[in-house]
């Protein structure tokens, strides 16, 4: 079972940037789109970004295009999210997790990384 860890996150200043990264335990990995998703304080957890196997293809939340930009590594089992004139609205925990083939569902949750943005 592929297993997600995730890298730290931090504290950013308004208009800063991030990038997170979200490392998978398999070569299986390949095999598998991506997501990332967030929670912020006493809100419901939501879709960030996703990435098709190949890379080849990205989908994002509307209100973040143009901002968040999602990427992986194949070679190295690793999705990334790039995130980009943050706002503080964006404060929240960032999660990643594996679509399997056929499935419309996102399992195998990553552990989670607490991103801040404040001045």
């Known amino acids: 079972q592929v297993q997600l860890v995730q890298s730290e996150g931090g504290l950013v200043r308004p208009g800063g940037s991030l990038r997170l990264s979200c490392a998978a335990s398999?070569?299986?990995?390949?095999?598998?789109?991506m997501g990332w998703f967030r929670q912020a304080p006493g809100k419901q957890r939501e879709f960030v970004a996703a990435?098709?196997?190949?890379?080849?293809?990205?989908t994002y939340a509307d209100s973040l295009k143009g901002r968040f930009t999602v990427s992986r590594d194949n070679a190295k089992n690793t999705v990334y999210l790039q995130m980009n004139n943050l706002k503080p609205e964006d404060t929240a925990v960032y999660f990643c997790?594996?679509?399997?083939?056929?499935?419309?569902?996102?399992?195998?949750w990553g552990q989670g990384t607490q991103v801040t943005v404040s001045s």
């Open positions: 997790a594996v679509r399997p083939p056929n499935s419309p569902s996102y399992g195998n």
């Open positions: 398999e070569r299986t990995f390949e095999n598998f789109a």
């Open positions: 990435i098709t196997l190949s890379g080849l293809s990205t």
